[in-house]
């Protein structure tokens, strides 16, 4: 089948000719990381902090609050390194010894397993009346186009019952909804936002230039094609600092393997894979071409995809 000819995880060629998205063009971001609120969460937080730094009660107390203005002071993003040497920075000016900054790193890392650090989800502007996107039809399940004639209410989206933590956003968050019209039959729906894929945004992967003219290994279509990095560049430094690559992977936790471990992927597909799961979850989960043709939602998006 056109699946089976996918290969596995390649090594990046050499560059193609450049190309740069246009301005217009809209981008799947990274989710910022943020301390959730609470009692319970402070709590764990300064447990994690006694067991790993042996503080006392009253600096562990103090390193929670005082590190908490300080994320949100200084807007420290969604890195590794950047949060963990803010912790490491407010753990000394709260009076504890230096640590190496593994220690840290390792710290923010529970704190994430522990979902006292969290995603947040950055709103994203609703589509145009008129756009041009991609949804499932009730009927089969599969990605049709469709065309958006009109942005509905919001409503409140309920939590996924399989998800254990959810970050307080997410507990509240607004669906957006949409009024399509499936082009081929000319049939109405209202659906979710989730439900709508708009293969024009742009993954933002610190990786934007095409590598030129080549052959897609998810949809094996020919057009311009970008380097998927099969362990998202964000996860590099959690994996260099352990020493150790995600389960099934060969190879060297080195920035030169990191760096060119992926596969070529036109730009409908590379941003569909993002929509899949975060960085995290693609680095643990979906780093192997063959996992990530594996995956339902990735069939589903191919079925449209592979035919069209």
């Known amino acids: ?56 009660a009253r600096a562990a107390d103090l390193v929670v609050a005082s590190f908490a203005a300080a994320v949100c002071d200084e807007g420290v993003g969604s890195s590794a390194d950047v949060w963990g040497a803010t912790l490491r920075d407010t753990c000394l000016e709260c009076g504890l010894e230096d640590e190496p900054p593994e220690i840290f790193y390792d710290l923010i890392a529970s704190l994430q397993r522990h979902g006292v650090v969290i995603d947040v989800k950055v709103p994203v502007p609703p589509l145009a009346v008129g756009t041009h996107v991609l949804a499932l039809l009730e009927e089969d399940g599969l990605y049709h186009e469709v065309v958006v004639k009109a942005v509905l209410d919001s409503v409140v989206a309920p939590p996924a019952p399989k998800q254990k933590r959810e970050t307080a956003a997410q507990q509240t968050a607004e669906m957006r909804r949409y009024r399509v019209l499936f082009t081929e039959w000319c049939k109405p729906q209202e659906l979710a936002e989730d439900l709508v894929v708009n293969i024009e945004i742009v993954v933002d992967d610190d990786d934007d230039e095409s590598r030129g003219e080549g052959v897609c290994k998810m949809c094996i279509r020919s057009s311009p094609i970008f380097f998927h990095h099969l362990i998202p560049r964000e996860t590099h430094g959690k994996y260099i600092r352990a020493r150790s690559l995600p389960s099934g992977v060969e190879g060297a936790p080195t920035r030169i393997f990191l760096a060119t471990y992926g596969m070529l992927l036109c730009r409908p597909c590379h941003t569909h894979v993002h929509r899949v799961g975060s960085n995290d979850e693609l680095a643990e989960t979906l780093s192997a071409p063959s996992k990530i043709l594996a995956h339902p939602a990735v069939q589903i998006f191919l079925a449209w995809r592979i035919v069209r």
């Open 1 to 56: 089948s056109l699946l089976r000819e996918a290969t596995d995880g390649q090594r990046e060629p050499g560059v193609g000719e450049a190309g740069s998205p246009a301005p217009t063009e809209q981008r799947l971001g990274r989710m910022p990381w943020a301390l959730r609120e609470g009692a319970r969460s402070d709590a764990r937080f300064a447990s994690l902090l006694r067991e790993r730094l042996g503080a006392d």
